[in-house]
């Protein structure tokens, strides 16, 4: 059975920095891609960004790019989202998700199917 439990939220200040985690567990982590979703209140969830099986390949929304880098380190079955130069429109519940198969990058909420419980990023201005 996958897991994943994301950690590393917290409040912070705009212009500050975050380190999301995401632990995944169940399977070997290192055959699969990953990514990161954010839903704000009143919002849909949307894409952060992906990364593919071996890390050599991301993909970062437009909303965070150069703010905003996803890694991964497979000996750890660890996924992390690093956010710098936040902003209050980065405040949101953060997912990490897996697919069931594939290793290539996906951008869409359709091509993942194990979620985590999300972690709180709260930025004030």
């Known amino acids: 059975q996958v897991q994943l439990v994301e950690s590393g939220g917290g409040s912070v200040q705009a212009g500050g920095s975050l380190r999301l985690s995401c632990a995944a567990s169940?399977?070997?982590?290192?055959?699969?891609?990953m990514g990161w979703f954010r839903q704000a209140p009143g919002k849909e969830r949307e894409f952060v960004a992906g990364?593919?099986?071996?890390?050599?390949?991301?993909n970062h929304a437009d909303s965070v790019k150069g703010r905003f880098t996803i890694s991964r380190d497979n000996a750890k079955n660890t996924v992390y989202l690093e956010m710098n130069n936040l902003k209050s429109e980065d405040t949101a519940v953060y997912y990490c998700a897996t697919p069931r198969s594939g290793t290539a990058v996906r951008t869409t909420e359709a091509g993942y199917d194990y979620w985590g419980p999300g972690t709180q990023v709260t930025v004030s201005s």
């Open positions: 990364i593919n099986y071996n890390g050599g390949t991301t």
């Open positions: 169940g399977r070997t982590f290192k055959y699969y891609a």
